[in-house]
């Protein structure tokens, strides 16, 4: 009768946000993982390395020019047009200088880690759900993207 109780009392609790139905503890969770998450270095970084890009002149030229590129690409392709060698190697070269500037590089490669970590959260979330008997690891049934694993 107590555990009854109990559990009627975390539905009194209960969250209702936009239809949805969540009880105390798992807002309280969420709470707390976000707050990690806001603390983590990998944010940090991205935000970081995001305000130094926006800060840098030829940072923004560069991005600017790669916009345009690919606008031009995407008109090409609606026009039902092949991409001709010329433009395949004007897109490349694009690419290549973003990749190579390295403001940018930076900030690429701390969205990446911000990403995998985000991944990983949810692998983890998936797992619990499906109540996977790895205990929340990867597997290669699963995939290991989440994990930054290899499967073979």
């Known amino acids: 009768m107590k555990a009854q109780s109990r559990n009627q009392e975390k539905r009194v609790e ?11 503890e798992i807002m309280e969770k969420a709470e707390v993982l976000a707050a990690a998450i806001a603390k983590s ?5 991205l935000r970081s390395t995001e305000e130094a890009m ?6 923004q030229q560069i991005i600017a020019d790669f916009q345009n590129e690919q606008q031009r ?4 392709q ?7 060698d010329e433009v395949q190697q004007a897109i490349d070269a694009m690419e290549a200088k973003v990749e190579g500037y390295p403001p940018i590089a930076a900030y690429l490669q701390a969205q990446e880690q911000f990403t995998k970590m985000l991944d990983t959260i949810n692998g983890v979330l ?5 109540n996977d008997p790895n205990g929340g690891g990867c597997s290669c049934d699963t995939g290991c993207s989440g994990c930054g694993g290899s499967c073979s």
């Open 14 to 24: 209960s969250i209702e946000d936009g239809g949805v139905v969540m009880t105390a």
């Open 41 to 45: 270095v990998e944010l940090q970084n």
């Open 54 to 59: 926006m800060a840098d002149e030829q940072a």
């Open 73 to 76: 690409v995407y008109e090409l």
């Open 78 to 84: 609606a026009q039902g047009q092949e991409l001709t």
């Open 126 to 130: 998936a797992q619990a759900i499906a």
